[in-house]
Structure formats: C-alpha cells, structure tokens
C-alpha cells in the first residue's frame, strides 16, 4: 500500500508546509529565477463563483478594475496591515516566503482557516536590481490574472488557465535601478489556484541578478 | 445491399458515446473499451461499435490491461472504509474475460491501491496502466487538484507492490496514460477543462524521461511538474476536448491512439469515442491531420512514382509544348488534359495497374471515398479507389496483382484499409484478398510495377504518400 497503512493517518497540511515568515534580509530568486517571496492578502470571498469558464478577458477586465480597498493599486504593505472591504469585513497582508517556485494561494489560504476557493488573491513584492535592466515577465497563474510593474500593466492571464511555468511572457519592460513594485490579481473559483513568476532578459536567458523584499 | 459513399467527416460508426474511456483492448476477436459509470463499448472490427461492456464498480475514468491470460481493470470510486478519510481511490480488479457473454467472465473483489488523503495536494482518479519492458507494472493517476502520481503495482497479484511509494510527476492535468518506446518512459496527460461540451479545451499532451518515475519533460525541456508537455491532440475539424489517451499497436509501424472527445458538433455537441492514428518523429508521439476521401495522386514512397492504370500515355497537343519561346511572347495558361480527351481509348474490361512518373494525367488521378455499410477496421472505414470521374476501382488478384475492375461492385477484394503509418506514409491493403487468409499489402515490386505482397515497416516498398497536385 501507500507509505501510511491505510487511509486517514496523514496529519493534516498547514501553512508551514509551504510558506515561511519573510524576513527583513532580502531573498534572492531560487535556482530557476522564480520569485518566492510575496505579501498576499487574504482572499476576498466571491461566493457562487463556481467556474472558471467566464474568464475571457472582456470579464476578467472588468473584474479586476474593480477597486476593494483604499489604495489597492498603490499601497506596498506591511506584514499584518489591514484593509477594510466596503462590506467593513478586515483582509490582512502577509509577508511570506513560498517554499516552493510557485506560490499556492488555495493553501494560503486554507492555512489560515479561510475559504479557499471562490476568491480574489492580491500580491505584491518589490523586485531590488542594481542598475537599469530590460526584461520579460513570464507568469503562470491559476487561473485568470493581471500583473502590473511600477503601476504599469505588464500582462493579463485570461481564460481558465492553470499555473504553467513560463504560460504567459509580458512585452518587454524595464526594472529601474532600485525598488520596483511587482502587482497582482488572481481570481478562481473551483479548485486550486497559485502563481509563479520570473523574468527573462533580453537574450532569453532567466535572468537572476535581483533580490526581493516586501518593501 | 446498395453501397454509397458516406460523410467525409465520418468518425466511428454505431453508438460510440462515452466519457472518459479506457484504453481499446482486444479479446477474443473483439475490441472493449470501458468508460465512465457501468459500462462500455464493444466492436467487432474496430469501427462499428455497440453498447454491452460490462464493468462493475461503476465511478469513473477506468482502464484495462492484459497480463498473461487475464485482464486487469482499474477505475476510481468509493471504497468501504475510506469515507471522508480519502480524496479519491484507485481500484482494481481481474477478469478471465471482457465478454460478457462468456462463462468466464466475472470480476474479481476490488482491490484498493492508491489513494489521496482528504487534504492531500492530490486527487486519486483516473488511473491508467503501463506495463514496462522489463515486466514492471506502474499505474498513474490524479487530477487538476494537486498532482499527478505513478505508483508501482504487483503484476502478479494487480495490488500495490508492498512498500511503494508514489512519486510526484505531473501538475496541471488529468486523464494520463502512460507508454514506453526506445528507451522513453512518456506520460501523456489531458490539459484544459473538461466537460464543457463545445466549449471545452480538453487537450493532450506529452513528457517523456528515461525513468518511468520521473521527471518527464516537454520539448522546451520544462518539467510536467511546471506544467509542461508537448501537444500530441487538440481540437479541430468540428470536434471539440480530446482526453484520456490509449495506445493500440495494430502492427509494426502501424500504432493507433483513443481518446474522447468532449463533442462532437455532427453529433449533438455529445461525448464521443474518437480513434486516430498515431505518428512518431524524433521519438515525439503525436496526431498529425488523418487521412481526409478526395482525389489524389498515390505516391510510391520507393521511387516517387504514382499509381496509374496501363493506358497509353497519350501526349498534349498544342504549341509551346516544347517549353521553348521567345521572352517577348505572350503567355496563356494550359488546361490539364481531361478524361474526356483520352477514355475514349482505355479499354472496357480490366485495365491492370502499375507506377510511373506523375503527370497530373486523368489516368493518375484516383478518387478515394468511404464505402458505408461495409465496415471498416480499427478506427476506420473501407474505401473504394477508383479513377476520378469514373467507377474504374481498384482491386485485388488471386494472382496478387493489381487490377482495375469497370466498375466498383463492393466486392471485398475492391475494398481497401488506408492506414496511416508512424513515419507519416501509409500502408494500402484491400480487405481480402481471393484465394488467400493471410493479409496481404500494395507494395513496389520495382519502380513501376506493383503487386500485392507482405507488408514490411522497414521497406519503403510497402509505403505510399496521398499527395494533392
């Protein structure tokens, strides 16, 4: 049979299986470029949303136009900052490192005791280069998402996607000398969800020369 | 019975609805395929299908395998004692035979092999058999939540081998099947959504490794556990969602795969069994376009020349045939020499047949059409072959030739398996053969003459190419 002897004798997953706090010195990408560290806010619940399969792009626009919070498109928050919803329920950001190349928002989520499917997830990070660089983002999510650079949309992931590495690649894009706020929006309704992003430089090699804090 | 040409868009043929089937197994002259819920289909040739296949258990997504004298069969359900401790159960089972009918068939008591504990990132479903060239027995399984997962069963016994542990392989799929070939252990696994009808974009893709745990890769070089894998099929030509991959090998060189798809727009949008030849290239499998009835030119893969009936090669007339002129002179287009121009002069009866160079000559020019009602192999119909624009078909000898009869009859000997080889050329043989039980091919016996002969992957003399000019 399995390595257990018979059903039920796993111990449940939890949030340290795949997730530890971030810490103030900065991280670096992992071997193959992927950026592990985040602050992801709890979800925000969208009952009934129990398919995917509206997820063309006309939709996922207008779904991810739609503003929570105050300063939602802005704000690079701290570990335990709060939001409040127009419904006054309170979202809490946390700075995590994944322990995995992607991040999986259903067990951030389920890790925490919270709803893990039907939702909208937020991300954000900050990308730390040492000079003017030009890039491509390559992103896979599950399922649809849009990502923004320094305030700037890089690359929308429509349809019922899963997270593929290297599914979707943004034109090309420039990470400034200093700090660059990475920005993003997942939403799905059944089943798991989970990103993870890289960047390539411009000859199509995976570009590594960063490093990535929370602020 | 009056024969007539049916759809060019013709799949199989009878009641092929099912979801999720099992890879085709043969028993007893018969083909089975088991699908969701209780049942399955069976054919007698391949082609025809009907409902009848017995499996018990019910749940979903089964697959069978022959060991020996005797058939493995695996699907995912419930299992007692698993309630709310498990997300999802591998079960499998014995049977002498797939034939209902028979006094051997009966299944044995389930067995559970696998399964996924309640908040695992796994789904124990959709279990699919390989048995390895070294006589190992693994099973893969799972689905989009969590990961898909090869374990290792007891040939022997069809249970877990004792101490196995499943290896993580693949993300972002379900419906995987597995094949060795060369060296190459290849997961083949269903990308997209599932059981949307037409709107699904059910797909199947393919990594491959050199070691049947992992880790398979794509042709980008990403692992399965990225998400990766290389298209073998996908949507086209008004079906929608291929899943659940199945490999029959027909004969050297001559591979098949199955699958569903999620609809079939002739057939109301439903779910419908789908069988394709198969091709390698690079040791990549894929599907490439199947063979399509028209008007071709039927090429010798051995020297390039083409079919034709031994007529006289009668020449064009007209000015500027040498091809010579001055740069000044106006040009106009020729038109192709027409059948009217030259039927005339063919005999009534029996024209023979053999190969020459390709001129785009009414004689050279072959129409290939399904026949309905005569049946078919796996995955296929016969076809009629006959000269365009006329009945003159193609036929078989006693004396293992070729010839062409007036006009088509239906007989078995006008009747021909057009199969799509794995290198991409085709094999061409004619239901039966008069006077002969052994099957027989169209082959090169030289550069311009052909005859019936036993067919040989590894001889271009048994290989033809259908080509549109």
Redesign the interface.
């Known amino acids: 049979m399995n390595a257990q002897s018979a059903p039920g004798q796993m111990p449940p997953l939890t949030l340290e299986d795949y997730f530890s706090p971030s810490t103030a010195v900065p991280a670096g990408p992992d071997a193959k470029g992927f950026v592990q560290r985040w602050t992801l806010l709890e979800p925000i619940g969208k009952p009934g949303l129990n398919s995917n399969a509206a997820f063309n792009d006309s939709y996922l626009r207008k779904e991810f136009a739609t503003v929570y919070f105050k300063d939602q498109n802005t704000m690079v928050p701290k570990d335990g900052q709060t939001v409040t919803l127009a419904d006054k329920t309170k979202l809490k950001w946390h700075c995590l490192d994944s322990k995995k190349y992607n991040v999986k928002l259903y067990r951030f989520a389920s890790g925490l005791g919270l709803r893990p499917t039907e939702g909208v997830f937020m991300a954000v990070t900050v990308i730390n280069v040492d000079k003017d660089v030009t890039v491509r983002m390559a992103v896979g999510s599950n399922s649809g998402s849009i990502w923004y650079v320094n305030g700037e949309e890089a690359i929308l992931l429509s349809n019922d996607r899963r997270m593929v590495v290297d599914d979707c690649v943004s034109p090309k894009l420039t990470l400034h000398k200093g700090k660059n706020v990475v920005r993003g929006t997942v939403i799905n309704g059944p089943g798991m969800s989970d990103f993870c992003i890289r960047f390539y430089d411009e000859n199509g090699n995976i570009f590594k020369d960063f490093t990535v804090t929370n602020q | 019975m009056a024969l007539s040409a049916i759809s060019a868009n013709a799949q199989l043929k009878g009641n092929i609805f099912i979801h999720d089937p099992s890879t085709i197994a043969e028993c007893d002259g018969k083909y089975y395929t088991f699908g969701t819920g209780s049942g399955g289909l069976i054919s007698e040739d391949g082609y025809t299908w009907t409902g009848g296949g017995v499996r018990t258990g019910g749940g979903v997504a089964p697959d069978v395998i022959k060991i020996g004298d005797r058939y493995l069969v695996s699907y995912s359900a419930g299992f007692p ?2 309630e ?3 997300r999802g159960n591998i079960i499998t089972m014995w049977t002498k035979t797939l034939d209902p009918e028979s006094p051997d068939f009966g299944y044995s008591d389930p067995m ?4 996924a ?5 796994c789904w124990a479903i959709d279990p699919a058999f390989l048995m390895g060239p070294d006589g190992k027995l693994w099973c893969s399984y799972g689905t ?3 990961t898909i997962r090869i ?1 290792e069963l007891d040939p022997k016994t069809g249970n ?1 081998m ?1 101490g ?3 290896t993580d392989v693949a ?2 799929c379900e419906a995987t099947a597995m094949m060795y070939r060369n060296g190459w252990y290849y997961l083949l696994a269903t ?1 997209g ?1 599932c059981c ?1 009808g037409v ?1 699904s ?1 059910y797909n199947i893709v393919v990594g491959r490794s050199r070691n049947p745990r992992g880790p398979y890769y794509d042709n980008v070089g ?2 399965m556990m ?3 894998g290389r298209m073998v099929l996908s949507a086209g030509n008004r079906v929608t969602g291929p899943g659940h991959f199945g490999h029959f090998v027909v004969d050297e060189g001559v591979e098949r795969m199955s699958c569903h798809y999620e609809a079939d727009m002739d057939l109301s949008g439903r779910s419908v069994l789908a069988i394709n030849a198969l091709q390698w290239r690079d040791d990549w499998p894929f599907v490439a376009d199947q063979f399509k009835p028209g008007t071709f030119e039927i090429e010798s893969v051995r020297r390039g020349y083409a079919l034709e009936i031994a007529v006289d090669f009668v020449r064009m007339a007209g000015r500027s045939t040498r091809g010579f002129g001055s740069v000044n002179d106006p040009t106009f287009a020729i038109e192709n020499q027409k059948l009217v121009d030259v039927i005339a002069d063919w005999p009534k009866g029996e024209i023979g047949v053999r190969a020459n160079d390709y001129m785009f000559r009414p004689h050279q020019r072959w129409t290939i059409t399904p026949v309905e009602d005569a049946g078919g192999y796996l995955g296929f119909p016969y076809y009629k072959i006959e000269i365009e624009g006329t009945h003159r078909a193609l036929a078989a000898t006693e004396a293992e030739e070729l010839v062409t009869v007036p006009a088509f009859t239906g007989a078995d000997e006008q009747l021909w398996r057009i199969e799509q080889l794995i290198d991409g050329s085709y094999r061409i043989m004619p239901k039966s053969v008069p006077g002969h039980d052994e099957p027989l091919a169209l082959i090169c016996t030289g550069d311009s003459t052909v005859a019936l002969g036993k067919y040989d992957f590894n001889s271009d003399n048994s290989k033809w190419n259908f080509r549109d000019r």
């Open positions: 004692g698993t709310g401790k498990t559970l092999v696998a399964w504990e309640a908040d695992e990132d989009y939540f969590g374990c877990r004792p196995d542990v499943a993300i972002d990308h959504t949307d709107n974009t990403r692992d990225e998400g990766g």
